[in-house]
């Protein structure tokens, strides 16, 4: 199994707290970068492709210096010369690199901090898999899962909050054959300039041969790291990992 991480984003609202990409900011001394391929390697995963695009020099040097100091971990760079539209299209540049492998995959937004365990229960249960926040309330822009006997029947932020199950904190696992059908479902989209949308929004089209169950955060720690107050929030519930 391989991982995907999300890098090629500006990340424009953090610009107050750093002008670095996402995945390269440190959160007690540890690059979010770094943080996710350690996580990776401790759950047999060495093999992680990289979606760059803004500031890729920063990104490929990081990727070189967590590959020399962890001569386990490789690190693949992809890089999206579009990055300014939306994220469909840095996942759709990974597709050559995502459909080779027989076990599937594993996605992270690069803006994603989580605790090993949260990757560890990820990866043993089986099938297509979105990992969800259920402990907290769901506020009205954030990205909804909306669920139908403990299945996923739609993923929108125009979900209203009292119908989700949750909010879908930007990780999933997907079967090799569920992302082969994904990868020509963004191609679609693409392919009609539909470069505003999603990802997220586009795993929905799986519904239609596959099906996406949940796995539920139940309180291990995790944090989006979208605007300057998360940053604060991640070094308090990071402090000592």
């Known amino acids: 199994m391989k991982a995907l991480i999300l890098a090629a984003g500006k990340g424009s609202r953090l610009v107050s707290a750093t002008e670095d990409p996402k995945v390269l900011l440190r959160i007690n001394g540890v690059t979010t970068l770094e943080r996710i391929s350690l996580m990776c390697r401790d759950a047999r995963i060495t093999e992680i492709i990289v979606v760059t695009g803004y500031h890729r020099e920063q990104v490929h040097a990081e990727m070189r210096r967590i590959m ?73 822009e954030e990205m909804k899962v909306r669920l139908e006997n403990g299945k996923v029947v739609e993923i929108d932020k125009g979900i209203p909050p009292a119908k989700a199950a949750g909010e879908y904190i930007g990780m999933y696992k997907l079967t090799a054959k569920a992302t082969v059908a994904y990868m020509q479902c963004l191609q679609h989209h693409i392919l009609k300039g539909e470069t505003h949308i999603y990802y997220d929004n586009v795993l929905v089209d799986l519904l239609r041969e596959h099906s996406l169950d949940v796995l539920a955060t139940h309180g291990l720690k995790w944090v989006e790291v979208d605007v300057p107050g998360d940053v604060v929030k991640a070094r308090e519930l990071f402090e000592q990992q």
Not at 108 to 137: P, S, T
């Open 68 to 140: 020399v100091k962890y001569p386990g971990i490789t690190l693949k760079e992809v890089f999206n010369p579009v990055f300014h539209l939306n994220n469909i299209v840095s996942v759709a540049c990974a597709h050559a690199e995502l459909i080779s492998d027989p076990d599937g995959y594993v996605h992270f937004d690069g803006d994603l901090i989580i605790e090993a365990q949260l990757l560890k229960n990820l990866l043993q249960k089986k099938g297509n898999v979105l990992v969800i926040e259920d402990q907290q309330q769901v506020e009205q």
